[in-house]
């Protein structure tokens, strides 16, 4: 993989992936970011360059790495941190209700691979 060549638009791609995964609306994310909601639309389709800090930001907001957002690759570890963050995101109350839903799609996909 080649991590000399910066693509906006792909980053905006990644932003907006895991911004809809995390269930937030633009505005909510651009709120958590300190970033205004016209911006954080305009990473998202690749129109603008964003600071160091701000991709800090986002990456945290996001629960995903910064080498994620740049480049697309995601360690196993950062995976893990994608699902946390994501299960982190659901009502206490609706948490039985997660992993039944989680137990029966990864019995559905040993059985698909058998």
Sequence with gaps: MNKTNINAVLIGERI???RL???YSREKLA??????????????????NMSVNTLLRLSS??????????????AKNDLYSSVI?????????????LEEIISHYIQAVK???S
Excluded: W
Aim: charged residues 20%.
């Design 111 to 113: 059985d698909s691979s």
């Design 85 to 97: 963050g994501l299960v982190e995101t659901c009502p206490v109350s609706k948490l039985s209700h």
């Design 61 to 74: 907001a996001l629960n995903v790495s910064v080498d994620y957002l740049l480049f697309g690759s995601q």
């Design 16 to 18: 907006k992936k895991q």
């Design 31 to 48: 709120e958590m970011v300190d970033i205004t909601p016209r911006f954080c639309y305009d990473l998202e389709l690749g129109l603008k």
């Design 21 to 23: 995964l995390n269930g």
